[in-house]
C-alpha cells in the first residue's frame, strides 16, 4: 500500500474549489451546456497529466421516455385506479378486487421495463425524444497483473446537471407519500374486503379504517397530480449536484494516475445523463461490463457532496434503501470506508433512502456489482434549482471525502486476494 502517512497534505481545498467554480453554468444533457462540460472535462483530465489518448469519449443517444414520459404515465394509471376504487368500494366489491389485481400487473411490468430502458428500443423510438450526450472517463491499469485479470475499481460522478418545477426536497416527500399512501391503501382496503362483516360490528375499528382509507386518497391524488406537473428545465448551475463530485474524481484521479494500484485496474468517470436516467451510467456498464470481474468490482460513486448551509454538512454515505426488508448498500465498501474514516479522526454519517432518488450506482446495483454513494442528505435542499451556486458547496467537506475514498481504496488494493473469488 502507498505511503500516505500525511494524507491530508495530498489535496488542496481551494484547488478543489476551484472545480466547483469552473462547472458553475446548467448543463442539462443532450444542451450545448453539457457538450462545454464535456469538452471541460477532458481539459481537466488533460491537465491533471492524462495524455489526449487515455482520455476516453464515450458518446451514445437516450431517450426521455424513461425519465420523463413513463413516469407520468405511471401516476396517471395509480391517479385513476385509486380515484375508481374508492368511488365503487361499497357497491362492487369484486370489481374494486378486479381493478387492483389489473393495476399491480401493469405497474410490475412497468417497473420491468425500468430496470433496463437503454436496451428498450421500441418505447424510445416511438414515445420519446431523442438526445445525444457523452461520457468522459480514464483508466489507470493495475501495475502487478494483467488489466484484463486485475480487479476494477469505477470512480464516478455525473457531469449533468438540470433544474425541476419545484425543489427536490419537495419531489421527494411527495414520492414518498405517493408510495406509503398506495402501501397504507392497499392493506385498508384488504381489511375492508376480506372482514368487512366483522367490522360493521365493531364501528369504531370500521371508522378508523374508512378514515384512513379517505388520508390514503387524499395524499396519493395530491402526491400525484404534484408529480405530474414536475417538470426538467436547464437552469440550475449544479455546484451541489454534482460539480461536488465532479471535483472529488478530478482529484483522485490526480493522486492515483501518478500512483497506480497494484492489483485493480482504475476507472475515472464522469458520467452524462445522470439526471434523465442514469443513462450515461448504463451505457457505460453496456459496452465494458464483460470487462469486470463482479467479485472484483468496485464503485465509489459521489453525488451532492457537502452543504455548507446547514448543521449537518458533514461526510455522509447511503447505507440502505428500500422499505422492508430494508438493503444494505455494500457492507464490503462500507467496512473500508469505516475504517480509513477511523484513521482519518473523520465523522463518517450514513443515512436510509425508501424512495425518491436515483444516482448512477443504481445501474451497477441491478448488476450485483458492490456500489456506495457519498451523499449530503440536506443538499437536496438546494438542488435541481438555480440556487445550486458554488457557494453552497464546503471543500473542506470535499476534502475529507477524498480523504476516505482514497484509503479505502487503498485498503481494497491490500485486501485483494481475500476479496476476489476469481
Known sequence: MSDISNAKALFDKDHIYDYITTFDFPRLAGTEGEKRAVELSKEAFKNIGFEKNQIINQPFKFSNFYSEILIKILILINLIFVIIVFLIK???????IAIIVTFILVFLLMIKLLRYPELNEFWEKHFGKIYEATNVFVKVPSKSIKSERSGDIIVSAHLDSKS????????????????????????LYTFFLV???????????LIIIELGIIISTFLIILSNIYLLFLKTENKSPGSLDNASGMAIVFELGSFFRRNPLENYNLWFCQFSAEERGTMGSRNFLDVYENEFLTDSNFQFNFDMVSMSESKRNQVEYIK????????????????YIHKAATEENINLHSFHVSVGAHTDSLPFHLR???????????????THS???????????????????ALKSILFLDKDFNKLSNN
Open 90 to 96: 361499497y357497491i362492487y366489491t369484486f370489481l374494486t
Open 164 to 187: 425541476q418545477t419545484f425543489k427536490t426536497i419537495w419531489r421527494v416527500i411527495f414520492s414518498r407519500s405517493w408510495l406509503f399512501g398506495d402501501i397504507g391503501l392497499l392493506i
Open 195 to 205: 372482514d368487512y362483516h366483522n367490522l360493521v360490528n365493531f364501528k369504531p375499528f
Open 320 to 335: 440502505s434503501y428500500g422499505i422492508f426488508p430494508r438493503k444494505k448498500i455494500s457492507s464490503k465498501i462500507s467496512k
Open 368 to 382: 450485483k456489482f458492490n456500489s456506495i454513494d457519498f451523499t449530503t442528505y440536506v443538499a437536496a435542499k438546494f
Open 386 to 404: 438555480e440556487n445550486d451556486t458554488p457557494e453552497k458547496v464546503d471543500p473542506q467537506i470535499l476534502l475529507e471525502t477524498c480523504l476516505i
